[in-house]
């Protein structure tokens, strides 16, 4: 892929097959059993897909198998190539420009009604996310993902995000915040844990429940009220007590915030937000007592180590949900999110 779509002045910055860039690892802080048993728990999950390379075809399969008929595509090597700290922005903006042309012109062109790209963008470069944000938009995108972490220091709340907040606003395109463990970014509990136990325990929820904070605290969900965000993979347990959280802090301390924060945080998060629910997740019911039904949506996370062959079946037989709420959680709020018609 970065032979064919990397600029030639940009391919030296390629990957090597294990994942190295000009001999640095991509990753940060994971050890080599870690590795070995994810791709180990990837190919007994997944043999067909894990020895054709994870092309269109058998990806198209594993959805039968699944029971999934439409599929929006994030990418696992890429929440870690673009979100190298160090790196210069003019590379990472060639990452994700030949990342994006790859993902809408060969893979889901190979079935483009059931395969639709989640686009890259390049928040080490905030003058470039905009123009690159139109060009997906031709291809059709419907959303982007971004990391939650700060990038160069800067929070999703960074004055220098405001025209990117505005085109997504006038475009219709969602944004999807999708964390990843061992990244080369500044992560929740990476300062002080070593193990991936601990690191992929933190960094999920809790860089996503400041990713929210900073844009409700920041201004971005008041200033683009047409805005939609969804927060991926971290489950949804944490929802419920951190906008209890949040609206307890400002009803003490909203007059420090009134000139941008202009409702309760959690008003915002029921207006404009989503959170992708975990089918094991054992208090789904008491969630939707508290916040309803109309923000859940429902992802797979195939093909990842955590993944489970099963998570269709189990969301469809768990007790307590009914028939419509099902429907919502895997159809009506995922076409609400991604603009579907």
Same mark, same amino acid.
């Given at each position: 892929?970065?032979?064919? !779509?990397?600029?030639?002045?940009?391919?030296?910055?390629?990957?090597?097959?294990?994942?190295?860039?000009?001999?640095?690892?991509?990753?940060?802080?994971?050890?080599?059993?870690?590795?070995?048993?994810?791709?180990?728990?990837?190919?007994?999950?997944?043999?067909?897909? !894990?020895?054709?390379?994870?092309?269109?075809?058998?990806?198209?399969?594993?959805?039968?198998?699944?029971?999934?008929?439409?599929?929006?595509?994030?990418?696992?090597?890429?929440?870690?190539?673009?979100?190298?700290?160090?790196?210069?922005?003019?590379?990472?903006?060639?990452?994700?420009?030949?990342?994006?042309?790859?993902?809408?012109?060969?893979?889901?062109?190979?079935?483009?009604?059931?395969?639709?790209?989640?686009?890259?963008?390049?928040?080490?470069?905030?003058?470039?996310?905009?123009?690159?944000?139109?060009?997906?938009?031709?291809?059709?995108?419907?959303?982007?993902?971004?990391?939650?972490?700060?990038?160069?220091?800067?929070?999703?709340?960074?004055?220098?995000?405001?025209?990117?907040?505005?085109?997504?606003?006038?475009?219709?395109?969602?944004?999807?915040?999708?964390?990843?463990?061992?990244?080369?970014?500044?992560?929740?509990?990476?300062?002080?844990?070593?193990?991936?136990?601990?690191?992929?325990?933190?960094?999920?929820?809790?860089?996503?429940?400041?990713?929210?904070?900073?844009?409700?605290?920041?201004?971005?969900?008041?200033?683009?009220?047409?805005?939609?965000?969804?927060?991926? +993979?971290?489950?949804?347990?944490?929802?419920?007590?951190?906008?209890?959280?949040?609206?307890?802090?400002?009803?003490?301390?909203?007059?420090?915030?009134?000139?941008?924060?202009?409702?309760?945080?959690? +008003?915002?998060?029921?207006?404009?937000?989503?959170?992708?629910?975990?089918?094991?997740?054992? !208090?789904?019911?008491?969630?939707?007592?508290?916040?309803?039904?109309?923000?859940?949506?429902?992802?797979?996370?195939?093909?990842?180590?955590?993944?489970?062959?099963?998570?269709?079946?189990?969301?469809?037989?768990?007790?307590?949900?009914?028939?419509?709420?099902?429907?919502?959680?895997?159809?009506?709020?995922?076409?609400?999110?991604?603009?579907?018609?």
């Amino acid at each position: 892929m970065w032979a064919k !779509y990397l600029p030639p002045e940009f391919r030296h910055f390629a990957p090597s097959p294990d994942m190295k860039i000009q001999g640095q690892s991509i990753l940060g802080k994971i050890s080599q059993p870690v590795l070995e048993e994810g791709n180990k728990q990837m190919m007994n999950a997944h043999p067909n897909a !894990y020895f054709q390379r994870y092309d269109p075809e058998s990806h198209l399969q594993n959805m039968v198998q699944m029971g999934i008929d439409i599929a929006f595509l994030y990418p696992t090597y890429g929440l870690w190539i673009f979100a190298i700290d160090t790196m210069p922005p003019e590379v990472v903006g060639a990452f994700t420009h030949a990342y994006n042309t790859w993902l809408y012109e060969e893979f889901c062109s190979y079935a483009p009604e059931q395969l639709k790209g989640v686009g890259a963008i390049n928040l080490h470069d905030p003058e470039q996310m905009v123009s690159e944000l139109h060009r997906i938009a031709e291809f059709g995108c419907k959303a982007v993902f971004l990391r939650p972490n700060p990038v160069k220091g800067r929070l999703l709340s960074d004055p220098a995000y405001e025209p990117f907040w505005t085109a997504c606003e006038e475009l219709g395109i969602a944004i999807g915040i999708h964390e990843g463990t061992h990244s080369r970014l500044p992560t929740t509990g990476a300062d002080r844990f070593h193990t991936r136990f601990a690191m992929h325990a933190c960094s999920h929820p809790l860089e996503h429940m400041m990713a929210l904070l900073a844009l409700i605290e920041g201004g971005v969900l008041e200033r683009h009220p047409q805005l939609k965000v969804c927060f991926f +993979e971290s489950g949804c347990g944490w929802v419920p007590y951190w906008l209890w959280r949040l609206d307890e802090e400002y009803e003490n301390l909203h007059w420090e915030v009134k000139s941008h924060v202009k409702i309760k945080p959690s +008003e915002y998060f029921l207006r404009q937000c989503f959170v992708a629910i975990e089918p094991s997740e054992p !208090y789904l019911t008491q969630i939707i007592d508290l916040i309803g039904t109309d923000n859940l949506i429902f992802g797979s996370d195939y093909p990842h180590m955590d993944h489970k062959p099963n998570i269709v079946n189990t969301l469809l037989g768990l007790d307590g949900l009914s028939p419509a709420t099902i429907q919502k959680i895997v159809w009506d709020n995922p076409c609400r999110f991604y603009s579907l018609t």
